[in-house]
């Protein structure tokens, strides 16, 4: 007998779930693009998108995924024969390595596993190591969607100064954004990439690049960048078409209004502390379950973690089981594991991950659990006990 009916959860890390008010406001009649209402709507979301990158700067937008806007910021400040620096925590950083290799760039990846965040004292090393400081940026994940590890910023910006290195900092945010604390300019980030479907809780297909001063600087010195990816007009349109260089994204930004009113209205500081909360109730839970034999999280230090996605392990072929237990029984859709094993290996049907980004809350967290804890023991797998009420206390002295 399944207990599925009603309501499902998608707990995957991306797409996330897509509020109600979000998809409301998507559905209307579409407006006419020459009209000043969506150029208007089009100015403010700029502005606010700004706001939850917490930036002064400069903000491209364009319709994409995660890999567009990848290769968006590629495109402005890597030119061919370039060096970039890639440091990689799990399958995007290597993924976005690889995109700046097939774009002509000279990588050199730092591979630093994925059980391990960036280690700054190794990026400084190899930049100081560079002594005719060929390398043109630093490419890092802030949090590996794969591994779910969160690398800290501000030392590694400290790492770079240290160094003396005039490199740009390019960060993929895409699962960070609107989850974990990311604050651009103070932390001196020079580029911050994102995408529509995690944190800021939209369907997938609109991307976002976010660029400093020194980066714009470097953007004017490259001789040529393709035309659809050049963020120049984008950030600075003299006309409503070069916002996305063509038809704009109509309903998306209807969309993207409604979840940047939710983001606002809760406001930054709130909507961290909420991915906090409910991320620290979930580890709670899952170092509960943890036995030997049974179920292990992939990073044992919560400061090296996201509170976006939570990387989990179980023997091998439990994760697949488990995963489809929820999803069949319970109506909760957990992620596959990434980058952890090849697809092909047995080991691969070990790892699974929860997504918890975005549209989440007490309820919708403790609902995930309390289906994983069902799970766990419909299937046998070997759990400790006290799962559910000790991410319900991080919950209740939250
Ligand atoms: C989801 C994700 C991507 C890829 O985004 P797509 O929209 O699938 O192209 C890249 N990096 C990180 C960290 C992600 O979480």
Redesign the pocket.
Known sequence: MTHSTGRPILAI??PSIVPDKVLSAMHRPAPNIYEQDIQDLTDGLVCDLKRVALTAYHAAIYIS????A?EAALANVVAPGDAVLALATGH?GH??ATMARTLGADVTVIDFGTQAPVDPDRVETALRADTTQRIKAVMV?????SSSILSDLPTLRAAIDRAGHPALLLV?C???FGCDRFEMDNWGVDIAVT?S??GLMMP?GL?FVFFSERAAKARVALPRVSPYWDWTLRADPQMFYQYFFGTAPTHHLFGLRAALDLILEEGMPAVWARHDVLARAIWAACSAWSCEGGLRMNLSNPDQRSRAVTALSLPAPLGTQLRKWCEIQAGVTLGIGLGMAPSDDPAWHGHFRIGHMGHINAHSILGVLGAIEAGLSALDIPHGAGALSAAATVIAEG
């Open positions: 890390p991306g995924n995660g890999h567009g990848w995007f993924g976005w994940t802030h949090a590996d969607t993929d895409i699962a960070s995408a479907q995690k997938p991307g």
